[in-house]
Protein backbone atom coordinates (compact mmCIF):
# COMPACT_ATOMS: atom_id res chain seq x y z
CA UNK A 1 0.00 0.00 0.00
CA UNK A 2 1.34 3.74 -0.98
CA UNK A 3 1.84 6.27 1.30
CA UNK A 4 -1.29 7.99 -0.76
CA UNK A 5 -3.12 4.76 -0.07
CA UNK A 6 -2.58 4.60 3.83
CA UNK A 7 -3.93 8.39 4.44
CA UNK A 8 -6.95 7.95 2.73
CA UNK A 9 -7.62 4.31 3.96
CA UNK A 10 -10.61 4.01 6.61
CA UNK A 11 -8.97 4.01 9.98
CA UNK A 12 -10.57 0.95 12.63
CA UNK A 13 -12.51 3.93 14.15
CA UNK A 14 -14.13 5.58 11.19
CA UNK A 15 -14.98 2.39 9.67
CA UNK A 16 -16.74 1.57 13.12
CA UNK A 17 -18.52 4.58 13.62
CA UNK A 18 -19.64 4.15 9.85
CA UNK A 19 -21.42 1.32 10.85
CA UNK A 20 -22.36 1.66 14.46
CA UNK A 21 -22.25 5.06 15.53
CA UNK A 22 -25.53 7.28 15.91
CA UNK A 23 -24.19 10.79 15.09
CA UNK A 24 -25.72 14.01 17.13
CA UNK A 25 -27.06 16.51 14.70
CA UNK A 26 -25.61 15.23 11.60
CA UNK A 27 -27.22 13.51 8.55
CA UNK A 28 -25.76 9.85 8.37
CA UNK A 29 -26.61 8.87 4.89
CA UNK A 30 -23.91 8.39 2.48
CA UNK A 31 -21.03 7.99 4.83
CA UNK A 32 -18.45 5.59 2.90
CA UNK A 33 -14.68 5.02 2.05
CA UNK A 34 -15.14 8.54 -0.17
CA UNK A 35 -17.11 10.49 2.71
CA UNK A 36 -15.72 8.70 5.99
CA UNK A 37 -17.05 10.11 9.57
CA UNK A 38 -13.96 12.42 10.36
CA UNK A 39 -12.51 11.17 13.31
CA UNK A 40 -10.16 13.13 15.98
CA UNK A 41 -7.66 11.23 17.73
CA UNK A 42 -5.68 13.77 20.23
CA UNK A 43 -6.01 17.98 20.91
CA UNK A 44 -3.18 20.31 22.36
CA UNK A 45 -3.86 23.51 23.49
CA UNK A 46 -5.93 25.48 20.20
CA UNK A 47 -5.26 22.43 17.48
CA UNK A 48 -6.75 18.87 16.98
CA UNK A 49 -5.69 16.17 14.80
CA UNK A 50 -7.38 13.80 12.85
CA UNK A 51 -6.80 10.08 12.06
CA UNK A 52 -5.08 11.21 8.82
CA UNK A 53 -2.67 12.90 10.86
CA UNK A 54 -3.76 16.25 10.01
CA UNK A 55 -3.67 19.32 11.90
CA UNK A 56 -7.33 21.10 12.95
CA UNK A 57 -7.35 25.05 14.60
CA UNK A 58 -10.09 24.31 16.63
CA UNK A 59 -12.19 27.65 16.23
CA UNK A 60 -15.16 26.61 18.40
CA UNK A 61 -13.10 25.21 21.45
CA UNK A 62 -15.17 21.50 20.83
CA UNK A 63 -18.60 22.87 21.06
CA UNK A 64 -18.02 26.17 23.15
CA UNK A 65 -16.06 23.96 25.70
CA UNK A 66 -12.78 23.78 25.87
CA UNK A 67 -11.69 27.28 27.57
CA UNK A 68 -8.38 26.24 28.81
CA UNK A 69 -7.20 24.11 25.51
CA UNK A 70 -6.99 20.65 24.66
CA UNK A 71 -4.16 18.13 26.62
CA UNK A 72 -4.32 20.35 30.32
CA UNK A 73 -2.71 16.97 31.99
CA UNK A 74 -3.64 18.91 34.93
CA UNK A 75 -7.13 18.67 34.13
CA UNK A 76 -7.08 14.79 33.48
CA UNK A 77 -4.73 13.74 36.43
CA UNK A 78 -7.10 15.78 39.25
CA UNK A 79 -10.23 13.56 37.41
CA UNK A 80 -7.97 10.86 37.32
CA UNK A 81 -6.90 11.04 41.70
CA UNK A 82 -10.77 11.63 42.38
CA UNK A 83 -11.63 8.51 40.07
CA UNK A 84 -9.09 6.27 42.27
CA UNK A 85 -10.99 7.99 45.07
CA UNK A 86 -14.60 7.81 44.63
CA UNK A 87 -15.78 7.73 40.99
CA UNK A 88 -19.35 7.54 42.10
CA UNK A 89 -22.05 9.25 44.35
CA UNK A 90 -25.38 10.50 43.69
CA UNK A 91 -26.28 14.42 45.39
CA UNK A 92 -29.89 13.16 45.92
CA UNK A 93 -29.61 13.23 49.98
CA UNK A 94 -26.39 13.16 49.82
CA UNK A 95 -23.00 15.12 48.18
CA UNK A 96 -19.30 15.05 48.38
CA UNK A 97 -16.75 16.71 48.91
CA UNK A 98 -16.00 17.59 45.25
CA UNK A 99 -19.80 18.61 44.22
CA UNK A 100 -19.91 20.98 47.70
CA UNK A 101 -17.01 22.81 46.96
CA UNK A 102 -17.83 23.11 44.13
CA UNK A 103 -21.43 24.07 44.93
CA UNK A 104 -19.94 26.96 47.41
CA UNK A 105 -17.51 27.90 44.97
CA UNK A 106 -20.28 28.70 41.87
CA UNK A 107 -22.55 30.46 44.86
CA UNK A 108 -19.38 32.74 45.55
CA UNK A 109 -18.87 33.37 41.74
CA UNK A 110 -22.55 33.99 40.67
CA UNK A 111 -23.91 37.61 40.85
CA UNK A 112 -25.80 39.09 43.75
CA UNK A 113 -27.31 36.26 45.94
CA UNK A 114 -27.71 33.58 43.54
CA UNK A 115 -26.24 30.91 46.24
CA UNK A 116 -28.03 27.89 45.85
CA UNK A 117 -26.54 25.78 43.16
CA UNK A 118 -28.55 22.52 41.81
CA UNK A 119 -25.99 20.55 39.44
CA UNK A 120 -27.09 18.66 35.89
CA UNK A 121 -24.97 16.79 33.58
CA UNK A 122 -25.26 19.15 31.06
CA UNK A 123 -27.21 22.43 29.34
CA UNK A 124 -30.43 21.26 28.75
CA UNK A 125 -31.50 19.67 31.83
CA UNK A 126 -30.43 23.05 33.14
CA UNK A 127 -33.21 24.40 31.46
CA UNK A 128 -35.15 21.74 32.28
CA UNK A 129 -34.52 22.14 35.58
CA UNK A 130 -34.81 26.04 36.07
CA UNK A 131 -38.60 25.72 34.48
CA UNK A 132 -39.60 23.19 37.04
CA UNK A 133 -38.28 25.28 39.32
CA UNK A 134 -40.51 28.52 38.43
CA UNK A 135 -43.14 26.42 37.70
CA UNK A 136 -43.01 24.56 41.72
CA UNK A 137 -41.64 27.48 43.33
CA UNK A 138 -45.30 29.98 41.81
CA UNK A 139 -47.53 27.17 43.09
CA UNK A 140 -45.64 26.84 46.81
CA UNK A 141 -46.43 31.14 46.36
CA UNK A 142 -50.17 30.08 45.68
CA UNK A 143 -49.79 31.25 41.98
CA UNK A 144 -50.66 28.00 40.32
CA UNK A 145 -51.29 30.13 36.77
CA UNK A 146 -47.79 30.82 36.59
CA UNK A 147 -46.52 28.61 34.34
CA UNK A 148 -45.27 29.94 30.80
CA UNK A 149 -42.15 31.10 29.70
CA UNK A 150 -41.07 33.80 27.19
CA UNK A 151 -38.15 33.23 25.12
CA UNK A 152 -36.61 34.65 21.71
CA UNK A 153 -37.12 33.76 18.31
CA UNK A 154 -34.21 32.09 17.04
CA UNK A 155 -32.66 31.31 20.05
CA UNK A 156 -31.99 27.61 21.04
CA UNK A 157 -31.99 26.53 24.57
CA UNK A 158 -31.49 22.74 24.34
CA UNK A 159 -33.20 18.90 23.26
CA UNK A 160 -34.95 17.92 26.16
CA UNK A 161 -39.16 18.12 25.62
CA UNK A 162 -39.15 21.64 28.08
CA UNK A 163 -35.86 22.83 26.61
CA UNK A 164 -37.43 22.39 23.67
CA UNK A 165 -40.51 24.08 24.22
CA UNK A 166 -38.92 27.06 24.83
CA UNK A 167 -36.30 26.92 22.12
CA UNK A 168 -37.30 29.27 19.27
CA UNK A 169 -36.46 27.55 16.25
CA UNK A 170 -39.66 25.69 14.76
CA UNK A 171 -37.83 23.22 11.74
CA UNK A 172 -35.85 21.60 15.23
CA UNK A 173 -38.90 21.06 16.68
CA UNK A 174 -41.53 20.27 14.00
CA UNK A 175 -40.30 16.01 14.34
CA UNK A 176 -41.05 16.36 17.81
CA UNK A 177 -44.37 18.17 18.38
CA UNK A 178 -46.44 18.56 20.62
CA UNK A 179 -43.74 19.52 22.92
CA UNK A 180 -44.79 20.52 26.17
CA UNK A 181 -47.15 23.17 26.08
CA UNK A 182 -46.36 27.08 27.46
CA UNK A 183 -43.55 28.25 25.67
CA UNK A 184 -43.88 31.74 23.75
CA UNK A 185 -41.76 33.78 21.44
CA UNK A 186 -40.81 37.25 21.39
CA UNK A 187 -38.24 39.37 19.04
CA UNK A 188 -34.58 39.27 19.22
CA UNK A 189 -32.30 41.66 19.17
CA UNK A 190 -30.52 41.28 15.39
CA UNK A 191 -29.73 44.35 14.69
CA UNK A 192 -28.15 43.71 11.25
CA UNK A 193 -32.09 42.00 10.42
CA UNK A 194 -33.40 45.29 11.77
CA UNK A 195 -31.71 48.01 9.57
CA UNK A 196 -34.60 50.79 10.59
CA UNK A 197 -32.48 50.50 13.89
CA UNK A 198 -29.27 51.03 11.97
CA UNK A 199 -26.50 53.43 14.56
CA UNK A 200 -29.15 53.09 17.18
CA UNK A 201 -28.61 49.60 19.56
CA UNK A 202 -29.81 51.42 22.35
CA UNK A 203 -33.71 51.67 20.39
CA UNK A 204 -33.41 48.38 18.98
CA UNK A 205 -33.03 47.26 22.66
CA UNK A 206 -36.21 49.45 24.29
CA UNK A 207 -38.23 48.03 21.37
CA UNK A 208 -37.21 44.86 21.75
CA UNK A 209 -37.37 44.48 25.57
CA UNK A 210 -40.94 46.71 25.31
CA UNK A 211 -42.24 43.22 23.04
CA UNK A 212 -41.18 41.14 26.01
CA UNK A 213 -43.43 43.24 28.35
CA UNK A 214 -46.24 42.97 25.85
CA UNK A 215 -46.02 39.27 25.19
CA UNK A 216 -46.44 38.67 29.10
CA UNK A 217 -49.51 41.43 28.90
CA UNK A 218 -50.98 39.59 26.06
CA UNK A 219 -50.81 36.12 28.32
CA UNK A 220 -51.77 37.28 31.11
CA UNK A 221 -49.36 38.31 34.19
CA UNK A 222 -50.55 35.82 35.72
CA UNK A 223 -49.90 32.84 33.89
CA UNK A 224 -46.05 34.11 33.12
CA UNK A 225 -43.33 32.39 35.41
CA UNK A 226 -40.12 33.32 33.74
CA UNK A 227 -38.22 34.90 30.68
CA UNK A 228 -35.37 33.06 29.64
CA UNK A 229 -32.43 34.41 27.46
CA UNK A 230 -29.07 34.34 26.93
CA UNK A 231 -26.42 37.15 27.42
CA UNK A 232 -25.41 37.20 23.77
CA UNK A 233 -27.44 34.52 21.87
CA UNK A 234 -25.93 31.85 20.26
CA UNK A 235 -28.24 30.60 17.43
CA UNK A 236 -29.21 32.93 14.54
CA UNK A 237 -25.54 33.94 14.99
CA UNK A 238 -24.52 35.61 18.21
CA UNK A 239 -26.78 38.32 18.34
CA UNK A 240 -25.88 40.91 20.85
CA UNK A 241 -28.10 43.45 22.54
CA UNK A 242 -27.11 46.82 24.60
CA UNK A 243 -27.14 46.51 28.81
CA UNK A 244 -30.36 49.04 28.55
CA UNK A 245 -31.87 46.20 26.48
CA UNK A 246 -30.83 43.78 29.66
CA UNK A 247 -32.16 46.53 32.83
CA UNK A 248 -35.14 46.96 31.02
CA UNK A 249 -36.10 43.41 30.66
CA UNK A 250 -35.63 42.84 34.51
CA UNK A 251 -37.88 45.94 35.45
CA UNK A 252 -40.29 44.48 33.77
CA UNK A 253 -39.98 40.83 35.36
CA UNK A 254 -40.17 42.57 38.94
CA UNK A 255 -43.05 44.75 37.70
CA UNK A 256 -44.86 41.32 36.57
CA UNK A 257 -43.66 38.91 39.13
CA UNK A 258 -42.02 36.58 36.25
CA UNK A 259 -38.56 35.20 36.99
CA UNK A 260 -35.71 36.05 35.08
CA UNK A 261 -33.17 33.13 33.67
CA UNK A 262 -29.93 33.86 32.47
CA UNK A 263 -29.10 31.19 29.84
CA UNK A 264 -25.78 31.23 30.14
CA UNK A 265 -24.92 27.49 28.90
CA UNK A 266 -22.27 28.66 26.02
CA UNK A 267 -21.53 32.26 27.64
CA UNK A 268 -20.50 31.59 31.04
CA UNK A 269 -16.77 30.66 32.60
CA UNK A 270 -14.92 32.90 30.75
CA UNK A 271 -16.47 33.21 26.94
CA UNK A 272 -16.99 37.01 27.08
CA UNK A 273 -14.29 37.01 29.93
CA UNK A 274 -16.23 37.05 33.44
CA UNK A 275 -17.12 34.25 35.18
CA UNK A 276 -21.03 34.62 34.15
CA UNK A 277 -21.75 37.13 31.23
CA UNK A 278 -25.05 38.88 32.78
CA UNK A 279 -22.42 41.00 35.06
CA UNK A 280 -20.58 41.67 31.93
CA UNK A 281 -23.81 42.77 30.47
CA UNK A 282 -25.16 44.44 33.89
CA UNK A 283 -28.31 42.37 35.28
CA UNK A 284 -28.59 39.88 38.01
CA UNK A 285 -31.06 37.15 37.18
CA UNK A 286 -33.22 35.41 39.34
CA UNK A 287 -31.78 31.89 38.00
CA UNK A 288 -28.47 31.03 35.79
CA UNK A 289 -28.51 28.06 33.45
CA UNK A 290 -24.67 26.76 32.95
CA UNK A 291 -22.48 24.21 31.83
CA UNK A 292 -20.45 23.36 28.74
CA UNK A 293 -17.05 25.72 29.38
CA UNK A 294 -17.30 24.60 33.88
CA UNK A 295 -15.36 21.76 33.15
CA UNK A 296 -13.03 22.85 30.09
CA UNK A 297 -14.50 19.72 28.58
CA UNK A 298 -12.93 17.43 30.98
CA UNK A 299 -16.20 15.91 32.53
CA UNK A 300 -19.76 16.50 31.47
CA UNK A 301 -21.26 19.04 34.21
CA UNK A 302 -23.91 21.80 34.20
CA UNK A 303 -26.00 23.81 36.80
CA UNK A 304 -28.70 25.73 37.80
CA UNK A 305 -28.28 28.81 39.88
CA UNK A 306 -31.00 30.04 42.28
CA UNK A 307 -31.10 33.02 43.80
CA UNK A 308 -32.15 33.67 47.80
CA UNK A 309 -35.69 34.59 46.38
CA UNK A 310 -35.99 31.37 44.33
CA UNK A 311 -35.05 28.49 47.07
CA UNK A 312 -36.40 30.42 49.99
CA UNK A 313 -39.87 28.82 49.17
CA UNK A 314 -38.12 25.06 48.80
CA UNK A 315 -36.66 25.29 52.31
CA UNK A 316 -40.42 25.43 53.95
CA UNK A 317 -40.77 22.23 56.12
CA UNK A 318 -42.06 19.45 54.52
CA UNK A 319 -41.22 20.82 51.00
CA UNK A 320 -39.53 18.69 48.04
CA UNK A 321 -38.28 19.51 45.00
CA UNK A 322 -38.97 16.25 42.73
CA UNK A 323 -36.44 16.43 40.16
CA UNK A 324 -33.18 15.05 39.61
CA UNK A 325 -29.94 13.32 37.46
CA UNK A 326 -28.39 10.23 38.11
CA UNK A 327 -25.28 12.10 36.89
CA UNK A 328 -25.70 15.78 38.50
CA UNK A 329 -23.09 17.12 40.58
CA UNK A 330 -20.74 13.87 39.37
CA UNK A 331 -17.79 13.81 41.48
CA UNK A 332 -15.41 13.51 38.50
CA UNK A 333 -16.36 16.09 36.92
CA UNK A 334 -17.07 18.42 39.65
CA UNK A 335 -13.42 17.87 40.71
CA UNK A 336 -12.42 18.70 37.33
CA UNK A 337 -14.71 21.90 37.17
CA UNK A 338 -12.77 23.07 40.61
CA UNK A 339 -9.28 22.42 38.91
CA UNK A 340 -10.53 24.42 35.39
CA UNK A 341 -11.66 27.10 37.78
CA UNK A 342 -8.34 27.52 39.55
CA UNK A 343 -6.35 26.72 36.10
CA UNK A 344 -8.44 30.00 35.02
CA UNK A 345 -7.68 32.17 37.89
CA UNK A 346 -4.35 31.31 37.54
CA UNK A 347 -3.56 32.17 33.63
CA UNK A 348 -5.79 35.19 33.96
CA UNK A 349 -7.99 33.43 30.71
CA UNK A 350 -11.29 36.12 31.61
CA UNK A 351 -8.57 38.97 31.12
CA UNK A 352 -7.21 37.52 28.29
CA UNK A 353 -10.76 37.42 26.90
CA UNK A 354 -10.71 41.36 28.02
CA UNK A 355 -7.08 42.11 26.64
CA UNK A 356 -8.47 40.50 22.72
CA UNK A 357 -11.78 40.74 22.37
CA UNK A 358 -11.53 43.26 19.98
CA UNK A 359 -8.57 42.66 18.04
CA UNK A 360 -10.56 39.57 17.61
CA UNK A 361 -13.60 41.12 16.31
CA UNK A 362 -10.95 43.83 14.13
CA UNK A 363 -9.44 40.21 12.52
CA UNK A 364 -12.54 39.12 11.45
CA UNK A 365 -14.04 42.25 10.31
CA UNK A 366 -11.74 42.03 7.55
CA UNK A 367 -13.82 39.97 5.71
CA UNK A 368 -16.05 42.25 4.99
CA UNK A 369 -14.40 43.00 2.08
CA UNK A 370 -16.04 39.69 0.44
CA UNK A 371 -19.32 39.84 -1.39
CA UNK A 372 -20.47 36.57 0.70
CA UNK A 373 -20.07 38.40 4.46
CA UNK A 374 -22.41 40.82 5.02
CA UNK A 375 -22.13 41.08 8.70
CA UNK A 376 -19.63 40.36 11.44
CA UNK A 377 -20.98 40.47 14.95
CA UNK A 378 -19.91 39.35 18.43
CA UNK A 379 -18.47 39.75 21.91
CA UNK A 380 -15.20 38.48 23.78
CA UNK A 381 -14.58 34.94 22.26
CA UNK A 382 -18.17 34.58 20.63
CA UNK A 383 -18.33 35.79 17.02
CA UNK A 384 -20.13 35.35 13.62
CA UNK A 385 -19.72 35.89 10.24
CA UNK A 386 -23.60 36.07 8.40
CA UNK A 387 -23.43 34.84 4.89
CA UNK A 388 -25.79 36.83 2.03
CA UNK A 389 -26.56 36.61 -1.48
CA UNK A 390 -26.42 40.51 -2.14
CA UNK A 391 -24.74 42.98 0.71
CA UNK A 392 -26.83 46.04 -0.81
CA UNK A 393 -29.91 44.59 -0.32
CA UNK A 394 -28.72 41.86 2.67
CA UNK A 395 -30.45 38.67 0.86
CA UNK A 396 -30.30 35.72 2.71
CA UNK A 397 -29.72 32.36 0.06
CA UNK A 398 -33.22 30.29 -0.87
CA UNK A 399 -33.26 26.52 0.32
CA UNK A 400 -31.54 25.44 -2.44
CA UNK A 401 -27.88 27.76 -1.59
CA UNK A 402 -28.17 27.04 2.03
CA UNK A 403 -28.26 23.44 0.76
CA UNK A 404 -25.02 23.52 -1.12
CA UNK A 405 -23.17 25.73 1.36
CA UNK A 406 -24.33 25.19 4.82
CA UNK A 407 -24.74 21.59 4.57
CA UNK A 408 -22.66 20.28 2.19
CA UNK A 409 -19.24 22.72 1.06
CA UNK A 410 -18.96 24.28 4.20
CA UNK A 411 -18.22 22.32 6.83
CA UNK A 412 -16.54 19.62 4.72
CA UNK A 413 -13.95 22.75 2.89
CA UNK A 414 -13.58 24.25 6.39
CA UNK A 415 -12.24 21.46 8.10
CA UNK A 416 -10.11 20.31 5.00
CA UNK A 417 -8.63 23.80 4.95
CA UNK A 418 -7.56 23.15 8.62
CA UNK A 419 -9.99 24.81 10.69
CA UNK A 420 -13.08 23.29 12.58
CA UNK A 421 -15.96 26.03 13.24
CA UNK A 422 -19.48 26.25 12.64
CA UNK A 423 -21.44 26.98 9.54
CA UNK A 424 -25.15 27.01 11.03
CA UNK A 425 -28.20 28.36 8.72
CA UNK A 426 -30.72 27.93 12.27
CA UNK A 427 -31.71 31.25 11.53
CA UNK A 428 -29.65 33.25 8.61
CA UNK A 429 -26.32 31.59 7.43
CA UNK A 430 -23.77 32.40 9.70
CA UNK A 431 -20.31 30.79 10.09
CA UNK A 432 -20.01 30.70 14.29
CA UNK A 433 -16.37 31.17 15.76
CA UNK A 434 -15.46 30.67 19.41
CA UNK A 435 -11.94 29.34 19.97
CA UNK A 436 -10.41 28.11 23.03
CA UNK A 437 -9.62 31.00 25.52
CA UNK A 438 -5.67 30.32 25.36
CA UNK A 439 -5.78 31.40 21.66
CA UNK A 440 -4.29 34.73 20.63
CA UNK A 441 -3.30 36.92 17.99
CA UNK A 442 -1.68 34.23 15.65
CA UNK A 443 -4.62 32.31 16.31
CA UNK A 444 -6.97 35.15 14.66
CA UNK A 445 -4.60 35.73 11.50
CA UNK A 446 -5.30 31.77 10.98
CA UNK A 447 -8.85 31.87 11.19
CA UNK A 448 -9.18 34.54 8.90
CA UNK A 449 -6.65 33.64 6.25
CA UNK A 450 -8.49 29.90 6.21
CA UNK A 451 -12.39 31.22 6.33
CA UNK A 452 -10.78 34.04 3.39
CA UNK A 453 -10.26 31.23 1.26
CA UNK A 454 -12.83 29.23 2.16
CA UNK A 455 -15.55 31.73 1.11
CA UNK A 456 -14.08 32.98 -1.94
CA UNK A 457 -14.77 29.02 -3.12
CA UNK A 458 -18.22 29.13 -1.43
CA UNK A 459 -18.74 32.50 -3.36
CA UNK A 460 -18.41 30.54 -6.70
CA UNK A 461 -21.55 28.06 -5.54
CA UNK A 462 -23.89 30.92 -5.14
Not at 148 to 170: D, F, Q
Not at 225 to 236: I, Y
Not at 319 to 343: E, I, K, R
Not at 366 to 380: E, Y
Request: charged share 25%; proline share 6%; net charge negative.
Amino acid sequence: MTALEQSTALSPAAAAAGKHLWMHFARMHGRDEQNPIPVITRGEGVYLWDDRGRRILDGLAGLFVVQAGHGRRELAEVAAKQAAELAYFPVWGYTTPPAAELAERLAHLAPGDLNRVFFTSGGGEAIESAWKVAKQYFKLRGKPLKHKVISRMTAYHGTPHGAMAITGLPMMKKDFEPLAPGGFRVPNTNLYRHPEFDGDPEALGRWAADRVEEAILFEGADTVAAVVLEPVQNSGGCLTAPNSYFARVREICDKHDVLMVSDEVINAFGRHGHTFACEKFGYVPDLITCAKGMTSGYGPLGAMIASEKVIEPFLAPGVTFPHGYTWGGHPVSAAAALANLDLMEREGLNQRVLANQDAFGDTLRKLLDLPIVGDVRGDGYFWAIELVKDKDTRETFGPDERERLVKQFLPGALFDNGLYCRPDDRGDVVVQLAPPLTAGQTEFDAMEQILRGTLEEAWKLV
